[in-house]
Each structure stands twice: as structure tokens, then as C-alpha cells.
């Protein structure tokens, strides 16, 4: 999910043209059967299928498939599905001089599942009912720079004075200059929605709507099922493979494991025990084309964030250091199972625009990485006691002592203390509960920007609201200030100013050790091909494109 | 209860009718962890029609065993037969050892009208249990199930031996409650045994024991849980029934008092064997074995100035490992040498059929005897 | 008999309200914020506020429970999910059926398990037939629930294909887009969870039986029937069986009863969608209405069946007739 205005703008210099071709004829591969039902298993239920509510991995694949949105990602691996690509939007926006104002023009022809024709109101509605205090969104927050959007959520207005529907064009102003704007509208929350939908206003969510994407939702039991069926009406261009999509919620693990492997479920979303990843490998390979196991790179990254408030870190950017050099990246993700993650020592992850690939801090032990630890490490202890935050679940435990014993090793001991996930991170966002020095953290981004990597989580102005995102609490003025700048760049500069915040901040004073950023392992059923991901949009296959073989 | 004993009446003539129960020899031998328990080691006696037997000893000592066996009630047991000659405690040792299926082994006989009990099938000996021959237990509120009514349970009793419809058998239980003194039988048919006093309970065992009309009521104990005015209605009852009725009655007992109040026949058993049998007279007026000296010396009487009652010292032996020679030795005041070694049988002195098992002479028998009973009679402690 | 009943009933409610109570301190004293869930990752605090306001997490906890009073009792509602804002009610009264097929189905099928076993082996102690069922006894009782329900799922469910291995299909009004329904799917879906759950309990009530049985043998009225000349088939039936299994009875009241608030692994390994499954989603989601609606429904059975389990216990020992 990366997104920079500069390289849109450098790109769109370059030809529109030939990007709206290659979306084109990315979503014009069909090398499968047309028709069939493919049938995905999750292991909980979504939260919401209604798109202005719907804030959860799972459900978002699924409204990546019956969605149409202004921007999109286009349905294609790699770099280039990283790319926001016009998709409703007859090409890219006019973007006014002072970066507040966008003006886009409607593409004629997307069409709803009930005949009703998309808009330029279309999304504007989609706006305002997001926005909507009755609806209790938790996109709300992503509305904060649309002009106008805060009188709506304050309950005295009922639409943004900031978006504006001038025929087939769609106008939105900013309140301040937001280069990842674009990015943001490939969220679900701002997909195109009908006229029926935008006048049901209602905090339970709609689970009977019409979608303008390739599927739309034709039934749904909560807890039990979901169904999509292919939208009648959509000639967008992007694939609709399968007749219907049946999605069915509840087994564990294992279950869809089992189910998989006897080819009653052709993606299990919701995982496979994470033991099973190495056999499964080698019985049927590895990324291999309609290949049954895929792995890809996931846009997050698992560190441990150190407390720069207490009086361990504060001001020790060499122990700090010390602490980089000595946690054993290697093992860590060994606990997650075969091809958990990638190991890092940076904080971007790869593929995201500012990712240049340093190799400041080693990936693997050796006896000279512990000396060079023990360097940095020596007089800096302070009074070498640590408290350490880890979940309560999963390998969350496991991995909790593994970092204690590396942190032993450079003479600090630390004292583990295990929680509940949910109150892990809202203790460690509270200044006055963050009793921790080191965390388990992990982080993963709404959208690909490294604003949504860097600024949300090391800005320092946030490390005195009662509740926020900067959990090493780390606030140095000089680098608040860089990030603030380079948040305002675009293309080439913003990439290169968010590298070199990365690497900087890495080599002299680390907030954090960042350890993997996860892969997104998939294992499929030998029933299905056509097998496209785009983990810029969401994890797992592609479903409007996955096809019966 | 007094000791002085009244000749029972109701005694039918004693020499030309064969017994109505000829119990010879019977044994019953219990697995249990420990080992074997020998509960009956050699029981013989007999029972006249319409006659009544007491059978009388310590707890312990075989009595109720003995009637279970006759009837083949005790669980699991199994059926050995032996001859004359055999070392009958040997062989029924080895057996019961060497057996999987069975807990409790009998041998002997038990003759009942000629037939032999413990030989008998097993529907034989359903129709002959509750239909010739009936049994009442010593707890009625145990003995009666809770939840079933009184008239359920009668009716049951009735429907096992008589070809009879449900409304003619609960008529005849009707009738039969009433006969035993249940007042508003009608009414109270329908209640449950928890509903009625201790003595009313004992008075429907009666009922639903009679009310088939057997030949033999075998009572064990079944006034030992009641107060003793309600002790004395029952008896009565029993001896009414039974005189209207002529049936015959086994009454076992550890109370000299109720055995001189109904009993014409008096067995005495100490452990696991009969150690005297005599009428009911002889017992009283003329015991001749040292256990019986001791039983009735240690008898309460009203009269008597002592503030102790004598006591038999010791204990009774265990029926694991019985002692050799005659049970009641180690105990005997009058016991020698010989005692210990040879098992005394149960013989008469001649005269009638008073018979004993000591190996004392008839001499000094009868010396004893004269003691206990002049000690009675002039209020001297024995 | 009314002043008991009354007795009952003013006890109900006090218990209903004392488990509430507890149910509300107890999620109040974990320390994650439920507004700061419900407002999203990037929420700021202005947004939490919003979000507490909304849910009425903001007033104090006392204040808050009365709320929640004051709505069980007039409206007859549990409120709504923090998570997904379906009234509890609704939620609660989907998932009580598929519990309760689970547990009565279940009950039946431990029920035809132990009494024959439990009986046969009373009436021949020692011999092989005891011997074999005091070893699957020991089994049921020591195997964890979860070992047997994954087993079944891997062998019959996934090996072989005997049987679903998970799922749960409605036997009246299949829900759209489902892929069964109907009574023989519900029913090929549920033999194995009924397994499941029946196992632990069957061992548990074979044991029971046994040993009841064993006692009553011994009874003296047991005896008496005997001596009546009753053949032993008629023993057994008229005067053994009642007795011996009265403490069956007020048994099988309290486990169906406790098993109503959710056979939670059962549920968890077959997918079974009742109030196990509820309860422990709603649990790691930390959604308080979910949580307090399933242990209020819990209560209320459990109450209504130990209720139930004593008026038909005076039934049938007469012994126990209220006055």
C-alpha cells in the first residue's frame, strides 16, 4: 500500500496513458475457468460487511472484491501493485497549487449490482455517511484533513462544506496539504456507495447493500456465512473469475487445514497452524505459478520498542544500540514457524516507498556481533533492570524469553511480564501506565505510506496524549521536526527524506530494534489458479481474481 | 421379661408327624478378604408344622445365616455336595477357594415337606420363598421400599404366588392389613412405608409375609428394633396368626425373654454351631450347657439386688480360624483338657430329645442346672 | 408449596444479581479500556471520548450497572455487542439452541451409555463385562476433552470422511447462503460433538450407576423382595433401578443445567455456533454485554433446571414430598 504524491505526480508525468493501460490488461488476464464457487474459510467472524464501518483485515478482503473506489490498487504482484491507480477516477486528480484541493472526474460506466449508475455523489455520500455521528465509525480519524468533515462528526452539519459534486466531477478540499490523501482513499471506507445505502444511516451496519466492484454481498449469518455473487452490472475492467465467493466462518486452524488439504476450502483466510508451513513446502513447493504454497512480504514490522521515558533509555542511545546488536533476529522468527517474516534491523519495510536496504545491525549472531553489543552495552546499564511487555497468546510468550536471554547477555535482566494483547498496547499508548522498558510491538499499516510507519509511531508530539501510538515514547525535537518535513514532500524527495530518517534514526539513536516484518503465507487448495497477490491491498489471493482450474 | 416359663399350648403333637423342616448338618462358608468366614459350621434341627422354634445366640453366631441358607438367599452362593464320610470343612474350603463364580458356598440339607431346599431349582424356589415358606427382617423401615406404597408392595407379594387379578390382590391386601391391626386399611394401603410408625411397619412385613398363608414364617429379629411395649403387640400378633392359622414359625432371637414368650422348640447356637436344643421348658428349667448356664445368668431380673449383671468373659471366637475343640471352651468356666482338642456333637442324654454339646457329665450337668435355676428362685447371684 | 416456590423465586433474583455483579467488577478490574478498542488503532483521544461517550463507558461503574439493570429488567435487554453492535439478546437467543441440541443430545446419548454399562457391571462385579467397563471408565474420566474431540475430528472427520468434521446446520430456516440444512445434515453434524461431549460424562455416570446400583443390591428391601419369591429380572426392575438411580436424577439436572452455559471446548474444536463459542469470543474481545448476556442466560438456566430437577425429585421419592 504505498503511496506518494510526488511519484503519482512524476509518474502521471510520464503517461497516464500507458498506466491506465497496464491496469487494463493486468485485469484483462483471465488464464482460468470463468464460473464455480471458491470457498474461503475465516476463523472469526468480520466485524462488518457495511463499507463505512468495516475496519478488519478479513473483511477488507472481501470488500476489496466488491468495492470500486476513486483510487485502487491495481489487482497485480509486486511493485506495481503498490501503485494507487485511478480505477472510478477517469485518471488522476487535479491537484490545485497549495495541495488542498482535489478535483476528480467520474469514469461513465461503473455500474451498482441493482442497476443504479456510479457517480461523482456516489463517493461524496460515501464521505458524509462515514463521517456521520450516528454512524460511530472508526474510520472517523482517517477524515481529519477533509475540510468540513469535523462539523459533521461534531453533529452540526449533516455534509462536509469541503466536498463538493459538480456534475461528473467530485471536488475535495483539505485542511492542509496531505500527500498521502490518495493513499487513504483506497481504504473501504470511501468506496463508492448507492443512493439506498447513503440514506441508511445506522450503527449496527447494513449487510444488504449493492456494491459497484466485480462482487457484490448476496447474503450474510453472522458468525455462519457470507456469500458474494458476481456483480451483473460491473464492466470496470478488473476480473470476477468465480460465479460466487462462499465464505464460511468459525473453524480453527486446524480445521482449515484439514479442509483445504481435502479440497473442501480453497483459501484458508483466517491461517493454518504455523507448524505445518515447513512440510507443506516441501511436499509442494515454493511460489510456485498457481503454486499451492505462496509467501509474500507483508507491509508491517515486529520490534520491541524501547521506553526513552524511563530512565533506562533516556538519553542512552548506545545502549540502545547495544540492544540492536544483540537480539537474535534469526531466532525470534524461527518461534513464528518456517518463513515467518524477514528478518530487518531498519524501520520501513521493504516495498515501501523510503525502504532503501541498510544493513546497519547484523541478522545473525555471532560471537563478534556479542562483542560489539558488549561495547556499546559497557558503561550505559544504568541500573541494568528491565521490565519486558509481551502478549499472553500465541508465540508472543516464547518469544518474550527469548529476548530476555539476549538482553541477559549484554547484562540487563529483564523481568517479563505477560498481558492480554488489547491491554498491552493501550497500557503502552498511556503515559501513565507505560510501566515497561521494552515491548513486543507490532504494527501493521492502513496504507502504504511511511508516513503511516514513521509519523504515527515515533512522532513525539503525541507522547503526552493519553492515548497514542508512540510506545518508545521517543520525542526528540530534531527529528520531530524531519519528519514533519518530509511528510509534506512527494515522489523521489519524500522517498529519499523518509530514507534517510530510517537510517539515521537507526544508526545514532535507535528508538527501537526492529526484528521481521512478517510474510503473508498462503496455502491454497489444488483446486484453484489464476492465483494473484497484492499485499499492497490486502494478504492472502486476490479473490475477484482467483479462478477453478 | 420374666424368666418363669408357661408351657406353650399351642404345640401340635411332637412324635408321629414328620418335621415340616429338617435342617442336617448345614454349612455355610463366606469368601471374604480375609479369608474364609465359616458362618454356619454344622447346623442341625428341626421344625414341626405349626410349631414354633426359637432360635437363639449371641450376634454373630449364625442364626440369621443359617435361615438365608435354608432358603438360598445369601448372594452368590453356590452348592456343594458332600458325603458322610467327607472332612466337610476341608472340602468346602478348598472349593470356595478354588471358585470364581461363587462368594459363599452351603452344604447339608435342609428337607422342607421331603424336598431338599438346597438342591432345589431355581423356580422351585421362588414359588416355595414367599408362598410355603415366608421371611420378615429385623428393620422394617430398610426392609420395606421406600418408594413404593405398602399396598405396591402387598399386591406384588400376592400377584408372585396367587393366579390373581391386581383388584382381587389388592382386596386380599386389604384384607390382610387389617388382619395384622392396621386401622383404615383402606386408606392407608396407598401410603408409603416412610408414613407409618416402627411397629405399624413391622405389622405390614407380617401382612405382606402371610399373605400368601405358608406353611413356615421365618421371623429374624423382628422385634429387636421396636420398643418393648410395641415388642409385646407384635409377638402377640404373631402368636395369634399363628394360632388361627397353624402356621409354623422359626423365631430368631438374641432375647431369652421373647424366646420364652412364643417358643416351644429352643435351638441355642454359639458360634456357628448348636451347642443345646431342647422344648422351651428344658432350656429354662433344666439348661445342661455351659453357654446356656451363662446366657441365663446374665438375664436381668427385676427381683435382683446385684448392681452388675454377670457377664460371660471373653469374647466369642472369630469364625475365621475357629478354635479346635469345642467353641465355647475358651470361655468355659468348666472346661479341661479334652475340651480343647475334640469337638463335643450334640447328643442326647437318653431321656427325650433334650440334647447338648459338651463333653461335661450328664452328673455334673444337672448340678448346674439346679444352681442357675435355685439362684433364679432365691435371688443369689450364680 | 407457594411459600416455597416464592422462596425460590426471591432467591433467583438475588443470585441473578450477585453473578451479575460480580460479572461487571470482575471485567472492570481487566485493564483495557473497551472504548479504546471500540474507536479504532489510529483513533485519536478525541475519538476514544467520543467512543466512551457513546457506549456510556464514561459514567462510573455503579452508575453503569444500573443501567444494565434497570434495561434487563424493563426492556428484557442484554444491550448490544461493543463489538459488533448486534443486540445481545439476539445473539444470545441464536446460540441457545445450538447448545442446547448439543447438551440434551448429548445427555441422551451419555444416559444410553451408562445405564446399561453402569448397571450390567453392578450386577456382575469382577467378572470381564465390569472389568472392561471400569477401563473405559477410567478413561472417559482422565481423557481431556479437547485430546477426544480433536481425535474424532482428525480420524472420522478428516481420514476417513465418515463424518463432518465440523459445522453446524440449522434443522429448521437454514440460514441463506449456508451449505447444509435440514434434519439429517443437523444430525450427521452433531454425532461427533455429541461424542464429545457425551465421553467425560457417560465414564463420570457409569461409575455413578455402578456404584449406586451396588448399593442398592445390598438394601434390605432388596432382600426382601427376594424372600417374596420375586424372580431377580423383576428385582432389578422394580426395586433396584428406582432407588439406585434418584441421585442420577438431581445429577443430571445440575450437569445438563451447567452444560447449557456453553460445552465450550465441544463448540470450539466443531464450530458449533452456541453460547461455548459466544462466550469465549466475546471473552477475548472484551466485549462486556456479550459476556454478561451469556452469563445471565447461564444463570437463569440453571436456576429454572436445579428448580425443575427439585420439584420432579419430590415426584418421584415419596420421601421428599413438599408439604
Not at chain 1, 535 to 540: D, F, K, L, S
Not at chain 2, 159 to 187: C, N, Y
Request: charged fraction near 15%.
Amino acid at each position: 500500500m504505498g503511496v506518494k504524491r510526488t511519484a503519482l505526480l512524476a509518474l502521471a508525468a510520464i503517461g497516464v496513458l500507458s498506466l491506465g493501460v497496464t491496469s487494463a490488461s493486468a485485469s484483462a488476464t483471465r488464464h482460468g475457468a470463468r464460473g464455480g464457487t471458491i470457498v474461503v474459510e475465516m476463523s472469526s467472524d468480520v466485524d462488518y460487511i457495511d463499507p463505512q464501518l468495516s475496519y478488519y483485515g478479513e473483511t477488507w478482503k472481501l470488500e476489496e472484491a466488491t468495492a470500486c473506489k476513486l483510487m485502487n490498487w491495481p489487482d497485480k504482484e509486486g511493485a506495481a501493485g503498490g501503485v494507487p491507480t485511478p480505477e472510478v477516477a477517469n485518471g488522476l486528480p487535479i491537484i490545485s497549487k497549495d495541495g488542498k484541493t482535489y478535483t476528480f472526474t467520474i469514469k461513465p460506466g461503473f455500474k451498482f449490482s441493482n442497476g443504479q449508475a456510479v457517480t461523482a455523489a456516489s463517493f461524496a455520500n460515501a464521505i458524509n455517511r462515514l463521517a456521520n455521528p450516528k454512524m460511530q465509525s472508526q474510520g472517523i480519524p482517517f477524515l481529519d484533513i477533509v475540510e468540513g468533515a469535523q462539523a459533521v462528526i461534531d453533529g452540526k452539519a449533516s455534509s462536509a462544506s469541503g466536498v463538493k459534486v459538480m456534475g461528473n466531477k467530485l471536488q475535495v478540499t483539505l485542511t492542509k496539504a496531505a500527500p498521502d490523501f490518495l493513499a487513504r482513499l483506497t481504504m473501504p471506507f470511501f468506496a463508492g456507495i448507492d443512493t439506498t445505502l447513503a440514506s441508511q444511516i445506522d450503527a449496527n451496519g447494513i449487510n444488504n447493500y449493492a456494491s459497484c466492484g466485480p462482487y457484490y454481498f448476496a447474503a450474510r449469518t453472522p458468525n455462519r456465512s457470507i456469500t458474494l455473487k458476481r456483480n451483473p452490472n460491473y464492466k470496470g475492467g478488473r476480473a470476477a473469475n468465480a460465479d460466487v465467493i462462499q465464505v464460511n466462518i468459525g473453524n480453527d486452524t486446524n480445521v482449515e487445514l484439514q479442509n483445504t488439504l481435502s479440497g473442501a476450502t480453497d483459501y484458508p483466510s483466517g491461517g493454518i497452524p504455523p507448524t505445518e508451513w515447513k512440510g507443506l513446502v516441501a511436499q509442494y513447493g515454493l511460489n510456485k505459478k498457481d503454486g499451492r504454497v505462496q509467501v509474500r512480504p507483508l507491509m508491517d514490522i515486529r520490534y520491541l520498542a524501547l521506553n526513552h521515558a524511563r530512565p533506562l533509555f533516556k538519553d542512552n542511545p548506545n545502549l540502545a544500540k547495544a540492544v540492536n546488536w544483540t537480539v537474535d533476529r534469526q531466532a525470534f522468527s524461527a518461534q513464528g514457524g518456517y518463513l515467518y517474516g524477514k528478518r530487518t534491523g531498519q524501520i520501513l519495510p521493504p516495498g515501501m516507498l523510503g525502504f532503501q536496504q541498510q544493513n546497519i545491525y547484523p541478522i545473525r549472531i555471532t560471537p563478534g556481533t556479542i562483542q560489539v553489543a558488549n561495547k556499546y552495552a559497557k558503561g550505559n546499564l544504568r541500573n541494568g533492570q528491565a521490565v519486558l511487555w509481551a502478549a499472553n497468546k500465541g508465540v508472543a510468550p516464547l518469544q518474550a524469553q527469548l529476548i530476555q536471554y539476549n538482553l541477559k547477555q549484554i547484562g540487563i535482566n529483564a523481568q517479563i511480564q505477560l498481558l492480554p494483547r488489547a491491554t498491552q498496547f493501550t497500557e503502552a499508548g498511556n503515559p501513565k501506565t507505560a510501566n515497561y522498558d521494552v515491548t513486543i510491538e507490532h504494527w501493521g499499516a492502513d496504507y502504504a505510506d511511511p508516513y503511516d510507519f514513521l509519523n504515527i509511531l515515533l512522532d513525539g508530539k503525541q507522547v503526552l496524549n493519553p492515548q497514542h501510538n508512540n510506545y518508545a515514547y521517543f520525542n526528540v525535537a530534531k527529528y520531530n521536526q524531519q519528519m514533519l518535513q518530509a511528510s509534506l514532500l512527494v515522489g523521489n524527495a519524500r522517498g529519499t527524506a523518509y530514507a534517510g530518517l530510517d537510517s539515521e534514526l537507526m544508526k545514532n539513536n535507535p528508538p527501537w530494534a526492529p526484528l521481521v516484518d512478517s510474510n503473508d503465507r498462503t496455502f491454497l487448495s489444488g483446486r484453484v489458479a489464476c492465483v494473484t497477490i497484492n499485499t499492497a491491498a490486502q494478504a492472502g489471493p486476490l479473490l475477484n481474481v482467483l479462478c477453478r482450474k | 421379661m420374666s424368666t418363669t416359663v408357661e408351657p406353650s399350648t399351642s404345640t401340635g403333637s411332637s412324635t408321629e408327624d414328620a418335621p415340616l423342616l429338617d435342617v442336617r448338618d448345614l454349612r455355610t462358608y463366606f469368601k471374604t478378604e480375609d479369608g474364609i468366614v465359616r458362618a454356619v459350621d454344622g447346623v442341625s434341627f428341626s421344625v414341626k408344622a405349626g410349631q414354633t422354634l426359637g432360635v437363639v445366640g449371641e450376634s454373630g453366631c449364625g442364626k440369621s445365616v443359617t435361615m438365608l441358607s435354608v432358603l438360598s438367599l445369601n448372594t452368590k452362593a453356590g452348592r456343594l455336595a458332600l458325603g458322610p464320610e467327607a472332612n466337610a470343612g476341608a472340602e468346602m474350603e478348598h472349593y470356595l477357594l478354588a471358585s470364581k463364580k461363587h462368594t459363599s458356598l452351603s452344604t447339608g440339607s435342609a428337607h422342607f415337606r421331603g424336598e431338599d431346599l438346597l438342591t432345589a431349582s431355581s423356580d422351585r424356589l421362588r414359588a416355595i420363598r414367599g408362598g410355603e415358606i415366608a421371611m420378615i427382617f429385623q428393620d422394617p423401615m430398610t426392609s420395606l421400599n421406600p418408594v413404593h406404597t405398602i399396598g405396591a408392595q402387598l399386591i406384588e407379594a400376592a400377584m408372585l404366588h396367587q393366579d390373581i387379578t391386581k383388584g382381587a390382590a389388592r382386596q386380599i391386601a386389604i384384607e390382610s392389613l387389617d388382619d395384622v391391626g392396621i386401622p383404615r386399611a383402606k386408606q392407608r394401603i396407598d401410603d408409603f412405608p416412610h408414613q407409618f410408625s416402627g411397629g405399624m411397619r413391622q405389622r405390614v412385613m407380617i401382612a405382606m409375609a402371610l399373605i400368601n398363608e405358608p406353611e413356615l414364617l421365618i421371623a429374624d429379629e423382628p422385634t429387636t428394633a421396636l420398643d418393648v411395649t410395641t415388642q409385646s403387640q407384635i409377638l402377640g400378633l404373631i402368636r395369634r396368626l399363628q394360632e388361627e392359622r397353624g402356621t409354623a414359625v422359626v423365631m430368631i432371637t438374641h432375647d431369652l425373654g421373647v424366646v420364652a414368650e412364643v417358643a416351644d422348640e429352643v435351638v441355642v447356637m454359639y458360634a456357628a454351631r448348636v451347642v443345646e436344643r431342647a422344648s422351651v421348658f428344658e432350656v429354662f428349667e433344666q439348661p445342661r450347657h455351659p453357654y446356656t448356664w451363662g446366657l441365663l445368668g446374665s438375664l436381668p431380673r427385676p427381683d435382683a439386688v446385684a448392681d452388675r449383671l454377670t457377664q460371660i468373659q471373653g469374647q466369642p471366637p472369630s469364625l475365621l480360624n475357629p478354635p479346635p475343640g469345642c467353641r465355647f471352651a475358651p470361655r468355659c468356666t468348666f472346661s479341661f483338657g479334652r475340651c480343647l482338642e475334640d469337638v463335643p456333637e450334640l447328643e442326647g442324654s437318653g431321656a427325650g430329645s433334650h440334647l447338648d454339646a459338651c463333653f461335661l457329665t450328664d452328673a455334673q450337668k444337672v448340678e448346674e442346672a439346679q444352681r442357675f435355676v435355685t439362684a433364679a428362685a432365691t435371688d443369689e447371684s450364680a | 408449596m407457594s411459600t416455597y416456590i416464592i422462596k425460590r423465586f426471591l432467591w433467583a433474583i438475588f443470585l441473578i444479581v450477585c453473578v451479575t455483579m460480580i460479572t461487571y467488577v470482575l471485567f472492570f478490574l481487566v485493564p483495557a479500556d473497551p472504548a479504546r478498542l471500540a474507536a479504532g488503532k489510529s483513533a485519536t483521544p478525541a475519538d476514544v471520548a467520543r467512543v466512551s461517550k457513546q457506549l456510556g463507558l464514561d459514567k462510573p461503574v455503579y452508575v453503569q450497572y444500573g443501567l444494565f439493570l434497570k434495561r434487563l429488567i424493563l426492556e428484557q435487554s442484554l444491550g448490544r455487542s461493543y463489538v459488533n453492535r448486534r443486540t445481545v439478546n439476539q445473539m444470545v437467543f441464536e446460540a441457545a439452541p445450538v447448545t442446547a441440541g448439543l447438551v440434551i443430545g448429548g445427555a441422551i446419548l451419555w444416559m444410553l451409555i451408562a445405564l446399561p454399562v453402569g448397571i450390567l457391571s453392578a450386577l456382575r462385579p469382577r467378572s470381564l463385562v465390569d472389568r472392561s467397563a471400569m477401563i473405559f471408565v477410567l478413561v472417559g474420566i482422565s481423557a481431556p476433552v479437547i485430546w477426544v474431540g480433536l481425535l474424532l475430528q482428525y480420524f472420522v472427520g478428516f481420514r476417513l470422511g465418515w463424518l463432518p468434521n465440523s459445522g453446524y446446520c440449522n434443522v429448521f430456516n437454514p440460514p441463506v447462503g449456508s451449505s447444509c440444512g435440514g434434519p439429517w445434515d443437523w444430525f450427521t453434524h452433531m454425532i461427533l460433538p455429541w461424542t464429545t461431549f457425551a465421553i467425560l460424562f457417560a465414564a463420570a455416570y457409569a461409575r455413578m450407576v455402578r456404584a449406586n446400583v451396588m448399593d442398592t443390591l445390598g438394601e434390605d428391601y432388596v432382600r426382601t423382595a427376594r424372600a417374596k419369591g420375586a424372580p431377580e429380572h423383576s428385582v432389578v426392575r422394580h426395586h433396584v433401578l428406582r432407588n439406585a438411580l434418584l441421585p442420577v436424577v438431581t445429577m443430571l439436572g445440575l450437569d445438563i443445567g451447567v452444560a447449557l452455559g456453553g460445552a465450550i471446548f465441544t463448540e470450539a474444536i466443531f464450530n458449533l455456533p452456541g453460547l461455548g463459542r459466544l462466550t469465549v469470543t466475546s471473552v477475548e474481545s472484551l466485549d462486556l454485554p456479550t459476556v454478561q448476556g451469556v452469563v445471565v442466560f447461564a444463570t437463569f438456566a440453571i436456576i429454572i433446571i436445579s428448580f425443575t430437577v427439585d420439584i420432579l425429585y419430590a415426584y418421584i421419592d415419596p420421601r421428599i414430598r413438599l408439604a
